[in-house]
């Protein structure tokens, strides 16, 4: 098998593959399910001084059509 032919071979495998990614995906998105939605993900709060309170709110949302259930939220 020359390297053209093996070249050939690779794209059109890649290329199955990434249809069949995609199809994965967007039948998962249009399925009755929850989508979870973080506006931000991160945040790093300033120096703080000892005894001083600091807060955050991170919103978060449910873009899909079924119930999101949040069982477990950590730090870091």
Known sequence: MNKNSLRLIVIIIFFALTLLFRNQCYSAETENSPIIHIDQTEYTFPTVIVGK?????????????ADLNIKEITHS
Do not use: A, E, M, Y
């Not at 309170?53 to 059509?65: A, D, K, M, P, W």
């Open 53 to 65: 309170t600091l807060s955050h709110t991170f919103t978060v949302s449910n873009q899909g059509t």
